[in-house]
């Protein structure tokens, strides 16, 4: 009777419980530092994640290491940290072998140098392929790369889950196209896209890829090197866990190292650093795409979130992120779609990512009465609320009960806010960069 | 007897803890993490300053609030971090009114996107004026976009006190220049530019200045709107204490922001980031000049070092740091000229910003030997020990002690370490960033 999409008892709150205790990340979440007592459920790890302890250890151990060894510590590891956390991050998270990762600057920053590094390698060519539904930055860091250099943008529409799939690509592919930059987790619809298919359809074009992976590195498995994928870039805060405006990484694929050639030109990207020589010679190899100093307490809180995670395994994280999804979207169904709700996300969850969009008309508002419940999913324009999942710290209790609440101010079971827009406006949390 | 330069005996240690007693600033230095017992005397500070307590709380306090507040946490001022801490720093230290500076990025990537700025609004013109003993990251930059948009560089060379004077500048501008580009300290000598007079002349040309305030920031009067600075950039962790690798700031004179253009589209430059609308729209003045998402840890790092300089004050500061550079420059004097030192920074106060280069064929040797015996300066390529005199925590007893140490390698009174070049080239410690 209760049974929905194969779920038992899905509306029987200690079925919840029970899929909790039955969880085999279940402890992990005591890892992490506490919510504030008003928060019932956070919903928004895939666009700031929780803080595990070990990052405010971090923190604290930098403080003492930077008294106590001062201008020391930049030769005793700091110096080299964005490659080898960038290694560890690219091991465990990025199907990568060392020596393509770095971890440095900020996801626009590292698109800008990707891309501009990519079209450098496809010199004839004046075509871009971008993605319309994608997230702001990397359109706006395309159309800044295109007006400079002349080019065309070649936008995609999302089909009717919100991606892109390989045969949208293929029929725009042609002998002018330099590169194709898209999401492969899409930051609105969260549909995951088939990185293999489309970066083998581009190199068949003789055209490169560049993947932005922001939705994607940490809740399931990437695989740079098997896709043998030309460049890709990402945030690490958030199934990553780096903190609010932690620092990003970028890979370049080891074939394309000969050839390397970003266009911010800084101290850290040349082959000697110290030698403060009269011309900028570039490192050899993932060196050569850094350029100022690095951000040491950010890259130390990388390090520590990347260990989490790795602790934790990407397969039974993605494993949990599906069930989690799948929880989410039967709720929905059950709960959510008599009361106008539509589920905005892809339904097969091999075709899905970290989190589930859900449509209705008030979404701003409703995101806003939910945060004053102690709700926090995030609001996405124009109608979306975006439920994220984070495997490690977000239980299917967590999930029941929000949605219960959802339903609750649907249903007029619980009271609404009067419908000042004005209020509304302000008031849903805004998260960034996706 | 004693006398030297006008002090009276300098060769006296007593003399050295007499100026501490007296040092209005002298107590500032219990606001900072105590160093490691084996350091002797911290010369570094103008390359990387040390922690105040006040930053270690500020990182304790982000783990906790990120922790508690989560995603709101961007609705609660972390969003506006990057002009919030802009407009502190502006007020206390670059002498600037609101709304012209921001505090994000490296120094490398601030350099980039002002000088591709300024390049925009002077559209006719092809060359672009260069200190050839500029730091690197300076001079790459400029490398960069001079091959990207076909400009033509022009190198400065130093004076014989190791800067650029007027006159300098003056004989290459032309009709053609777009921008001059250089350092208010240069990182090398410590020689202090004439800011005023340089901006005047560029102006005169119908050119833009860029100035870099590295090594000048925190540590002596800037005056950025007085001079009617077109663009600044510089780092903050050298006199401002934020940290290996922290957030750089960047300062835009607000007559240009109607035509502001710089290149890193990223969605936080612009209008309205949640809207996530199609095309870029920049912000309005100053945030258009940002790109990604603010590093939250930094940027608090920031606003806690900028603290502790503006509750000081820059008069005091630079007042202390006149004094200690005299200081250094009469024991150098006295102890090592005859030891086969020279004194490689301006010896006029008036030019002189706030380290004292001491010029030596041994010095690379030197700094490893120094750094051994608990005594931190900094190594230049090739032959510069560079004394760094923070005014916040450096006292005059420290630089008597260090001094002391290096006339007594010079002299034989202290064993030296056999020559291996190899040795002598891994040990000295290495900055970054100048």
Same mark, same amino acid.
């Given at each position: 009777?209760?049974?929905?999409?194969?779920?038992?008892?899905?509306?029987?709150?200690?079925?919840?419980?029970? $899929?909790? &205790?039955?969880d085999?990340?279940?402890?992990r979440? !005591?890892? @992490?530092?506490?919510t504030?007592?008003d928060?019932v459920?956070y919903?928004?790890?895939?666009?700031?994640?929780?803080?595990? *302890?070990?990052?405010?250890?971090?923190?604290?151990?930098?403080?003492?290491?930077w008294?106590g060894?001062?201008?020391?510590?930049?030769?005793?590891?700091w110096m080299?940290?964005?490659?080898?956390v960038g290694?560890e991050?690219a091991a465990?998270?990025l199907?990568a072998?060392?020596?393509?990762?770095?971890v440095?600057?900020?996801t626009?920053?590292?698109?800008?140098k990707c891309?501009? *590094?990519?079209?450098?390698?496809?010199? =004839?060519?004046?075509r871009?392929?971008?993605? &319309?539904?994608?997230f702001?930055?990397?359109?706006?860091?395309?159309q800044?790369?295109?007006? !400079?250099?002349?080019?065309?943008?070649v936008?995609l529409?999302?089909?009717? !889950?919100?991606?892109? %799939?390989? #045969?949208?690509?293929?029929g725009?592919l042609?002998? !002018?196209?330099?590169?194709?930059?898209?999401? /492969?987790?899409?930051?609105?619809?969260?549909?995951?896209?088939d990185?293999?298919?489309?970066?083998?359809? *581009?190199?068949?074009?003789g055209? +490169?890829?560049?993947?932005?992976l922001?939705h994607?590195?940490?809740?399931?498995?990437? #695989?740079?090197d098997?896709?043998?994928?030309? @460049?890709?870039a990402g945030?690490?805060?958030?199934?990553?866990?780096a903190g609010?405006?932690?620092?990003a990484?970028?890979?370049?694929h080891r074939? /394309?190292?000969?050839?390397?050639d970003q266009?911010i030109?800084?101290?850290?990207g040349?082959?000697?650093p110290f030698q403060m020589?009269?011309?900028?010679?570039?490192?050899?190899?993932?060196?050569?795409m850094?350029?100022?100093?690095?951000?040491i307490?950010?890259?130390?809180?990388?390090? #520590?979130g990347?260990?989490?995670?790795a602790?934790?395994g990407?397969p039974?994280?993605?494993?949990?992120?599906?069930?989690?999804?799948?929880w989410?979207?039967?709720?929905?169904?059950?709960?959510?779609?008599?009361?106008?709700?539509?589920v905005?996300?892809? $339904?097969?969850?091999?075709? &899905?990512?970290?989190?589930?969009?859900?449509r /209705?008309p008030?979404?701003? %508002?409703?995101c806003?009465?939910?945060?004053?419940?102690?709700?926090?999913?995030?609001f $996405?324009?124009?109608?979306?609320?975006?439920?994220?999942?984070?495997?490690?710290?977000?239980?299917?209790t967590?999930?029941w009960?929000a +949605?219960?609440?959802?339903?609750?101010?649907?249903? =007029?079971?619980?009271?609404r806010?009067?419908?000042d827009?004005?209020?509304?406006?302000?008031?849903p949390?805004?998260?960034?960069?996706?």
């Amino acid at each position: 009777m209760s049974d929905v999409n194969g779920f038992r008892d899905v509306l029987d709150r200690s079925a919840a419980l029970a $899929r909790d &205790r039955a969880d085999p990340l279940r402890d992990r979440v !005591d890892l @992490f530092l506490p919510t504030g007592p008003d928060v019932v459920a956070y919903l928004d790890g895939n666009s700031l994640g929780r803080p595990a *302890a070990a990052v405010a250890d971090a923190w604290a151990g930098l403080a003492r290491d930077w008294a106590g060894r001062l201008i020391r510590g930049w030769d005793e590891g700091w110096m080299e940290l964005p490659g080898t956390v960038g290694d560890e991050l690219a091991a465990s998270v990025l199907g990568a072998a060392p020596g393509q990762t770095v971890v440095a600057d900020s996801t626009t920053v590292n698109l800008y140098k990707c891309l501009r *590094a990519a079209l450098n390698l496809r010199p =004839g060519r004046r075509r871009v392929v971008v993605d &319309r539904d994608n997230f702001p930055t990397n359109r706006y860091v395309a159309q800044s790369l295109a007006r !400079d250099l002349g080019l065309e943008l070649v936008w995609l529409a999302a089909d009717p !889950d919100g991606g892109v %799939r390989p #045969e949208d690509v293929a029929g725009v592919l042609d002998d !002018d196209t330099a590169v194709v930059t898209l999401s /492969h987790v899409a930051y609105r619809s969260g549909f995951l896209a088939d990185m293999e298919a489309i970066t083998d359809l *581009a190199h068949r074009a003789g055209a +490169l890829v560049l993947w932005d992976l922001c939705h994607s590195a940490g809740v399931l498995p990437v #695989e740079l090197d098997r896709c043998e994928v030309d @460049f890709a870039a990402g945030c690490t805060y958030k199934f990553l866990g780096a903190g609010p405006g932690a620092p990003a990484f970028l890979y370049v694929h080891r074939r /394309h190292h000969d050839r390397l050639d970003q266009p911010i030109w800084g101290w850290l990207g040349g082959a000697d650093p110290f030698q403060m020589g009269p011309d900028h010679r570039p490192a050899p190899g993932i060196r050569s795409m850094l350029s100022g100093t690095p951000p040491i307490a950010g890259l130390l809180a990388v390090r #520590e979130g990347v260990r989490v995670v790795a602790d934790a395994g990407v397969p039974a994280i993605r494993a949990k992120s599906v069930a989690l999804g799948e929880w989410t979207v039967a709720l929905a169904d059950a709960w959510l779609a008599p009361l106008g709700v539509e589920v905005a996300s892809p $339904r097969d969850p091999a075709r &899905r990512g970290g989190h589930v969009s859900l449509r /209705h008309p008030d979404a701003r %508002r409703l995101c806003a009465e939910l945060a004053a419940a102690g709700v926090l999913p995030d609001f $996405r324009t124009p109608d979306v609320v975006r439920v994220g999942l984070a495997p490690l710290t977000t239980s299917f209790t967590a999930v029941w009960d929000a +949605l219960a609440v959802l339903r609750d101010l649907l249903s =007029g079971a619980r009271p609404r806010a009067a419908a000042d827009p004005t209020a509304a406006d302000e008031a849903p949390p805004m998260a960034p960069n996706g």
